[in-house]
């Protein structure tokens, strides 16, 4: 289950580009807090602190405890804007939650036992086509993420999110759609194999259709 963090937070007592760019000079971060049919909170937090929360890997799916004004405010980030140039976090969205709200997150798959494999043993390649889940759970069980396990798949298998096993409680956020998260394909060279294998269709050379037209003008003589 994701963790829940807190990050104290102060007022923003200005707004405007030129306001924004002063609270990034003292290394502050313009933020806000919406939701739950309350009024906005426009706040900013201190970048190293959301810096370091960021790399966890865990930041958009974990439950965020605005401290603000001595009163939390439970939350779920929704939306960071970076430096295009360096990197480092330029604004965030909050959205306000109740503690056991549905929430919509979006969670990162895990592959384990990958040595389990035929397919992948044989040299086939796991081809991942969903690297993240949206999913629809209660914020108090929010999961961090998602494992699959790559037991007896071969070349040619399909994992759909119908066979995924998800937590208790948690669903796909599209549940009309069984689609497709990885597949186990076969490596280049061994598809370059298989075609160098398999018979040809009997297709003749110039050099053969010439030699069977000789051939058909001497039996004609």
Do not use: W
């Not at 030129?18 to 201190?46: D, F, M, N, Q, T």
């Not at 603000?68 to 959205?95: E, M, N, W, Y």
């Not at 790559?150 to 669903?171: A, C, R, W, Y």
């Amino acid at each position: 289950m994701s963790e829940q963090l807190t990050l104290p937070a102060e007022a923003r007592d200005r707004a405007g580009k030129g306001a924004s760019r002063a609270l990034r000079r003292e290394g502050r971060v313009p933020a806000v807090v919406y939701g739950e049919k309350k009024e906005p909170l426009s706040i900013h937090v201190e970048e190293k602190l959301l810096s370091k929360m960021l790399s966890t890997g865990h930041f958009m799916n974990s439950v965020i405890m605005i401290d603000f004004q001595g009163k939390p405010h439970r939350t779920l980030p929704k939306a960071v804007d970076f430096h295009p140039v360096s990197s480092r976090p330029i604004h965030v969205d909050f959205l306000r939650i109740g503690e056991h709200a549905q929430v919509h997150v979006n969670v990162p798959v895990r592959f384990d036992n990958e040595e389990a494999s035929p397919g992948l043993k044989r040299g086939g390649v796991l081809n991942v086509v969903q690297h993240e889940l949206e999913l629809i759970c209660d914020a108090a069980s929010i999961p961090n993420e998602i494992h699959i396990p790559l037991d007896g798949l071969e070349i040619g298998d399909s994992i759909h999110i119908s066979t995924v096993k998800l937590p208790q409680g948690v669903v796909p956020a599209n549940a009309e759609e069984d689609f497709t998260v990885a597949t186990i394909v076969a490596p280049s060279a061994m598809k370059a194999e298989e075609e160098v294998a398999a018979p040809a269709d009997a297709v003749p050379t110039v050099e053969e259709g010439e030699a069977e037209a000789e051939a058909e003008g001497q039996s004609e003589e």
